[in-house]
């Protein structure tokens, strides 16, 4: 497996000169470009790490599906479902596009700004502080590391500067999508968006959702299998934004991405996967870490379809 994740390295190393670091969150211009690593981690190849696989970096849009998760064990399926819909929206994951006075929950996803920033006021917590730290504290189970925190100049680099993300939430206010104070719900996305990883906590977080929330090497139950079938099918068809379908057809595994260029992928029953690349495609997705994906995909037969 090492030699292949290597071989990997090596072959996709030149598509990050088609890519670009993210510069709109002004901290995370100063990511190195060069930067590219893997881990995977399966119950009869254990883990396996190559490159840049210890570095840290930001969650970004990857902590959607924790925040979705985290909002579905708190208040569970119905209600999350009646406040943010499930459908592919087709639009870069800031948009904010829709039709004139026709936002509807039922045109935003999970895995879009607007979704997530919809689906914090759903996490249990009588403070945002309090829902963030037990966002924080899941994503720490989750990956089994209890010292993941957070980036305080990221979070305070976006916070300062996030004026989009700032416009969606009053537009979400606005449309009675929420009712909560539009600051505090920012903070609480600001934050979660902020939390540090590396690829090992990806794939780690990944291996769990493959497994139907249980870690299948201490047999504990995480979550409820429920949440993991309803996460896994939302990552297959928003996850990769607007970039999804294609991802479908070339890797065809449930997957996140965010702006940071950390790729979270997930083969069902099989393996979790963590990718950090930092060069983006237009869509804002890792341009060396699809690459990757799309190699191990094909030597290891990992799509679903
Ligand atoms: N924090 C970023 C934002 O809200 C996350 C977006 C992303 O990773 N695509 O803009």
């Known amino acids: 497996m090492d030699k292949l994740l290597k071989n990997i390295i090596r072959e996709c190393y030149p598509y990050i000169q088609n890519g670009k670091v993210a510069t709109y969150i002004p901290e995370l211009a100063k990511a190195n470009p060069n930067e590219f690593g893997i881990c995977t981690i399966s119950i009869d190849q254990g883990t396996n790490g190559v490159g840049d696989y210890e570095k840290s970096f930001t969650m970004q849009s990857i902590v959607k599906a924790i925040i979705l998760l985290r909002a579905l064990e708190d208040k569970g399926e119905a209600e999350v479902r009646n406040l943010v819909g499930v459908e592919a929206t087709g639009k870069p994951f800031d948009a904010f596009n829709y039709s004139d006075q026709d936002l509807k929950s039922e045109h935003i996803n999970p895995m879009i700004n607007a979704g997530a920033i919809a689906l914090c ?24 590391n209890s010292n993941i925190n957070l980036d305080e100049d990221v979070y305070m680099s976006e916070k300062a500067t996030g004026n989009k993300n700032r416009a969606l939430t009053y537009m979400l206010k606005a449309y009675g999508i929420i009712n909560e104070d539009a600051e505090e719900v920012l903070d609480c996305y600001f934050r979660a968006c902020s939390i540090k990883v590396t690829c090992v906590d990806l794939a780690r977080i990944a291996f769990i959702l493959a497994n139907k929330g249980e870690n299948p090497i201490t047999g504990e139950q995480l979550f409820d299998k429920k ?32 702006v940071c260029g950390g790729i979270m992928a997930v083969v069902p029953n099989r393996m979790g996967i963590g990718i950090y690349s930092p060069a983006l495609d237009s869509k804002g997705n890792s341009c060396a870490g699809i690459k990757a994906l799309e190699i191990l995909s094909r030597e290891l037969e990992l799509s679903i379809f």
């Not at 996490?123 to 730290?133: L, N, P, S, V």
């Open 227 to 258: 949440h993991a079938t309803y996460i896994n099918a939302v990552l297959m068809t928003c996850g990769m934004y607007d970039g999804s379908g294609e991802f479908a057809i070339t890797v065809g595994v449930p997957a996140k991405s965010g």
């Open 121 to 144: 006021t759903l996490i249990d917590g009588e403070t945002y502080r309090e829902k963030f730290q037990r966002l924080l504290d899941l994503t720490r189970k989750l990956a089994g």
